[in-house]
């Protein structure tokens, strides 16, 4: 079953913009890692952060954790049209079944 | 260091049959996890292996079995496949050693099934 849930599905903004998504997730976590995909390729992980992190900076993505309302948030300034991906945040709940996925945002950039 | 590699990239195959998917995890990495992606389910986790031993393992049923090698490298089996099987099979290496939390998990490309 899903654990993650991202929000929104779907995100078209133009270039140069921020880009916000958010995943909300349902039991305790050791962390939740963000992912990007690029058409139905291979997953590229961007960051993970841990359940006692609150913030995490990489380049242009920022992600915030609050364990309170079991949601997160990715965000990604100055976008460009390489950002052009579905991006997907998985959780690892300390239990034995791997890490779950959420069903994934997908974000268009427009040039 | 090279990535983790698939193969092989794409497979047709008719229901009923069975098929073998190989996954070379970077060097030194010694977990391999393995998920089904698909359009409907999502990514979901089919099985993890440490050190030749299947550590995790997903809600799928038995025709879906794995194995690791010595070496580290992993295959997958899929026996009596169904349409329901045709997915994207990725296949993840990590650093992870023997106790959790899991690290950061590097995909391959994935393996492309389509079932007839």
């Known amino acids: 079953s899903q654990q993650g849930e991202e929000d929104p599905q779907a995100l078209s903004i133009q270039e140069g913009e921020n880009a916000t998504m958010n995943c909300s997730y349902k039991?305790?976590?050791?962390?939740l890692q963000w992912y990007r995909q690029n058409s139905g390729r291979g997953l590229v992980h961007l960051i993970l952060?841990?359940?006692?992190?609150r913030e995490k900076h990489s380049g242009r993505l920022r992600v915030t954790l609050d364990t309170s309302k079991k949601s997160s948030s990715l965000l990604i300034t100055a976008s460009r049209a390489a950002d052009t991906a579905s991006y997907f945040c998985?959780?690892?709940?300390?239990?034995?079944?791997?890490?779950?996925f959420g069903k994934g945002t997908h974000l268009i950039i427009q040039p | 260091k090279a990535g983790v590699t698939q193969t092989p990239r794409y497979l047709i195959k008719t229901r009923g049959q069975q098929v073998t998917l190989s996954c070379s995890p970077i060097?030194?990495?010694?977990?391999v996890s393995w998920y089904q992606q698909t359009p409907g389910q999502g990514l979901q986790f089919l099985f993890e292996?440490?050190?030749?031993?299947?550590?995790n393992k997903g809600n799928f049923p038995g025709r879906f079995s794995g194995r690791q090698f010595s070496n580290s490298r992993s295959e997958m089996n899929v026996s009596t496949l169904e349409l329901g099987d045709s997915a994207l099979y990725l296949c993840?290496?990590?650093?992870?050693?023997?106790?959790?939390?899991?690290?950061?998990?590097?995909f391959g490309p994935g393996t492309r099934l389509t079932v007839l």
């Open positions: 993840a290496s990590s650093l992870k050693g023997l106790v959790r939390p899991y690290n950061e998990q590097f």
């Open positions: 039991t305790s976590i050791n962390n």
């Open positions: 952060i841990r359940s006692n992190e």
């Open positions: 998985a959780t690892d709940d300390g239990g034995a079944d791997g890490l779950t």
């Open positions: 060097s030194g990495h010694r977990s």
């Open positions: 292996y440490f050190s030749e031993t299947q550590r």
